[in-house]
């Protein structure tokens, strides 16, 4: 049995260093590609003059922590209501929501989906509610991302004589 071991671990140990030369091999390529990229470019990089407005930055970062707490607000009082009774504090609900929305920037959302079923499991919330609630809450998030977006578009690319007729068509759209 020791013989059969012995060509195995060697397999293993050969293909784990295949696997680590590829990825150091695939990252030297990338660099390569985004150095090659950056220094054909230079000269427009370096005209580039970027002007930032701390009165527009910190109403973005306002705005941006009006949504993360909007959205965790949303998910708290979803999850509450699936389950019918008072399940999570606003406090509660903060650090599960956006700690496992830290985990969508992996894989995707499946992560956090995930984390929170484990996190929720001890406290009685089953799978399927958590995954209801999400799915509710990103149904709800895709609404009002094409809201925002159709406004902006309305209010940047539409003539103004065309107004009257985007504004209606923009909330059959998002409503419907």
Not at 63 to 76: I, P, S
Request: glycine content about 8%; hydrophobic content about 55%; proline content about 3%.
């Amino acid at each position: 049995m020791q013989k059969d071991a012995q060509p195995m671990a060697r397999r293993a140990s050969y293909a784990s260093w295949v696997k680590h030369g590829v990825t150091v091999a695939a990252l030297v390529v990338v660099c390569w590609l985004l150095w090659a990229q950056a220094r054909r470019h230079w000269d427009s990089i370096s005209r580039f003059h970027i002007e930032i407005s701390a009165g527009e930055l910190w109403a973005s970062f306002g705005l941006c922590l009006l949504a993360f707490l909007l959205e965790t607000r949303v998910w708290q009082r979803a999850l509450n209501s699936a389950m019918g009774r008072q399940e999570m504090t606003f406090a509660e609900s903060i650090a599960t929501n956006n700690t496992s929305n830290l985990l969508k920037y992996l894989p995707g959302r499946v992560w956090s989906y995930g984390a929170q079923m484990v996190w929720l499991g001890s406290r009685g919330v089953s799978a399927g509610r958590v995954l209801y609630v999400n799915v509710i809450c990103l149904m709800v998030s895709m609404v009002v991302s094409a809201g925002l977006g159709g406004a902006y578009l309305i209010v940047y690319m539409v003539p103004p004589q065309w107004g009257w007729l985007a504004w209606p068509l923009l909330f059959v759209v998002v409503v419907a």
